[in-house]
């Protein structure tokens, strides 16, 4: 019994070796963060992040405020 058990593991484990996947493409870039009016040789701090900083203005009641701190704010507003 322990003979076939292994067995059926082996060819189990060797079939599914050959099925590929097709690889999922992700873009982890978002261009349109991007602020295009700065030089990215002069300032890149702005160059990278002038985009969002101009979609997502900084609240007065925070020293910073970044993707998770709106990613916070949204789950407490759903509590």
């Known amino acids: 019994m322990k003979k076939v058990l292994t067995i059926c593991m082996i060819?189990?484990?060797?079939a599914s070796c050959n099925e590929k996947m097709a690889p999922v493409m992700v873009?982890?870039?978002?261009?349109d963060y991007?602020?295009?009016s700065v030089d990215p040789k002069q300032d890149f701090?702005?160059?990278?992040?002038?985009?969002w900083m101009e979609k997502?203005?900084?609240p007065a009641e925070y020293a910073?405020?970044?993707?998770?701190?709106?990613?916070a704010a949204n789950v407490q507003k759903q509590l």
Do not use: H, I
Not at 11 to 14: D, I, Q
Not at 27 to 31: K, R
Not at 45 to 51: C, D, E, L, P, S
């Open 64 to 71: 910073r405020f970044g993707s998770f701190d709106m990613l």
């Open 34 to 36: 991007l602020d295009e």
């Open 11 to 14: 060819a189990f484990a060797l």
């Open 45 to 51: 701090y702005q160059y990278a992040n002038g985009g």
């Open 56 to 58: 997502n203005p900084l």
């Open 27 to 31: 873009d982890g870039l978002q261009f």
